[in-house]
């Protein structure tokens, strides 16, 4: 099945003991069965879960182990260099100006242009540059169909001549350089015409070297680790949470726009973190006993261990403090934001990764220092996401999320785009459906993570642990009674 990090996927997994041939489901017996997300089962320790079977009540019905393995045929990518000697002259003053085009073939016979090398100007005998394509492009992960490659003489009016072309396939490639992977370059038209043709000339492989792409998954797999941290705008301009027009407001019967982003964004990423404990900040509060502002408080009143257990230990959390801390101001970011920084330092070795969730109502008052941060924090295992909520204009977060222009701060700029901005507004189903919302601000908050997750991993050459071995059930051995 199709695996999405930013989205929830629901499994059933139903037990029955078969008892004829019927299809009907009726006609067997029940065992039990068990319900879970496919990012519990990733998200598990190597990707392998153990879980009680349910369903009948008053019984054990067992446990079910459920392992998920991804498809990897397809993610190696292929580094090659090609050369040629004695091509067609093609140009009446100077020499040819070579160019390879390579095709994959298709299921029906027809063929796809899936690269092109560079011009190599004036020369018969050209040394093209090595590049790189994936197996899929190639060849759609089937060895042996033909890859066809066509040998054209650049024009600059774009009326590019053509010297010949040959076959070959993925599997003869892989051989890398060798007399089997030298391909004598035929124009099938000079061939019908002259009795004496050879060719036009030779293709030769110089080198052929397979990579293959690591995933998310694979680190994941490995034993990585997503550490989850929510940051709640707790300034004044949200309004008295007492108050139905509070952002705040506690409705009995639905979540508040806040408690929605937490719970859409929390219950995913919570798959991904073995012990379940998030920390959960505030910032912009007045504190009691003594009423001094905070812009990082922990929300259930233990700064020395700010963790929840859970999404719904963070929403509790989250309640509990609305009821004791008076709403006040500025709306600063930088001290929650150096707070998971700080943790992201310690851990440069991808073990782990920091996703920071700020939820906040808009107005920003320190960009200078929340810019720094970003930068700084662009250096570090980590991601942030912020939901909008609420009328305000956004622009400054538009700034802040650097899809459109990458941010800096004194002319320092970040090292990748790590912040990820949503208004939340965009997510309220007009029909009042929370849940289609949920799942929607969900998935586009969350789809650039293991793209950004990646990219840490990448620059800094980290490869994936190996995943633990596969499981192996004890062997019960049978005791004979003589």
Same mark, same amino acid.
């Given at each position: 099945m199709d695996y999405f990090f930013e989205e929830r996927e629901n499994l059933r997994f139903d037990f029955y003991d078969v008892d004829s041939k019927s299809p009907n489901l009726s006609k067997h017996d029940f065992l039990g069965q068990m319900f879970c997300t496919l990012g519990e089962i990733v998200g598990s320790q190597g990707s392998r879960l153990e879980k009680s079977i349910v369903g009948i009540p008053g019984k054990k019905c067992g446990t079910v182990i459920v392992t998920a393995e991804e498809l990897g045929c397809c993610r190696d990518s292929v580094l090659m260099q090609f050369c040629a000697n004695k091509l067609d002259k093609k140009d009446f003053f100077g020499k040819s100006d070579p160019f390879l085009v390579f095709h994959r073939s298709n299921e029906d016979g027809s063929f796809t242009i899936c690269h092109k090398t560079e011009v190599?100007?004036?020369?018969?005998?050209?040394?093209?540059?090595?590049? %790189?394509?994936? =197996?899929?492009?190639?060849?759609?992960?089937?060895?042996?169909?033909? $890859? %066809?490659?066509? =040998?054209?003489?650049?024009?600059?009016?774009?009326?590019?001549?053509? $010297?010949?072309?040959?076959t070959t396939s993925y599997r003869e490639l892989s051989r890398g350089q060798s007399q089997f992977n030298v391909y004598e370059v035929i124009n099938p038209k000079k061939k019908g015409k002259k009795k004496k043709y050879v060719n036009s000339g030779t293709v030769t492989l110089l080198s052929f070297l397979i990579e293959t792409e690591v995933s998310f998954l694979d680190y994941i797999k490995g034993g990585t680790q997503i550490n989850f941290t929510v940051a709640i705008d707790f300034t004044a301009s949200n309004g008295n949470p007492s108050q139905p027009t509070s952002l705040h407001y506690m409705n009995p019967y639905q979540l508040n726009a806040y408690g929605m982003a937490l719970r859409a964004v929390g219950e995913i990423i919570q798959d991904y973190d073995s012990d379940k404990m998030f920390p959960a900040l505030g910032f912009g509060a007045r504190l009691p006993p003594d009423g001094r502002v905070s812009h990082e408080f922990a929300l259930n009143g233990n700064p020395q261990n700010p963790y929840c257990h859970g999404i719904d230990g963070v929403m509790e959390a989250y309640y509990r403090s609305l009821k004791s801390v008076q709403l006040y101001g500025p709306t600063n970011f930088a001290p929650v934001i150096n707070h998971v920084a700080r943790y992201a330092a310690s851990v440069k070795d991808g073990s782990q990764y920091f996703v920071l969730l700020i939820v906040t109502d808009g107005v920003i008052s320190d960009m200078a220092q929340t810019k720094e941060s970003i930068v700084n924090a662009s250096k570090l295992p980590m991601s942030i996401i912020i939901v909008g909520v609420g009328p305000a204009e956004f622009d400054a977060m538009e700034e802040l999320d650097g899809d459109v222009v990458r941010i800096s701060s004194r002319g320092r700029f970040a090292e990748r785009d790590i912040v990820q901005f949503v208004p939340f507004r965009d997510y309220i189903d007009r029909s009042g459906n929370h849940v289609l919302s949920m799942a929607r601000l969900a998935k586009d908050v969350l789809a650039e993570i293991p793209e950004q997750f990646l990219s840490y991993m990448r620059v800094r050459g980290i490869k994936p642990s190996p995943a633990p071995p596969p499981y192996t059930p004890p062997i019960h051995v049978l005791q004979t009674q003589i």
């Open positions: 190599v100007k004036n020369t018969l005998n050209p040394v093209w540059q090595a590049f %790189k394509i994936s =197996v899929r492009a190639l060849c759609n992960g089937d060895y042996d169909r033909t $890859i %066809k490659v066509e =040998v054209y003489d650049w024009d600059r009016d774009g009326s590019h001549d053509f $010297i010949g072309e040959f």
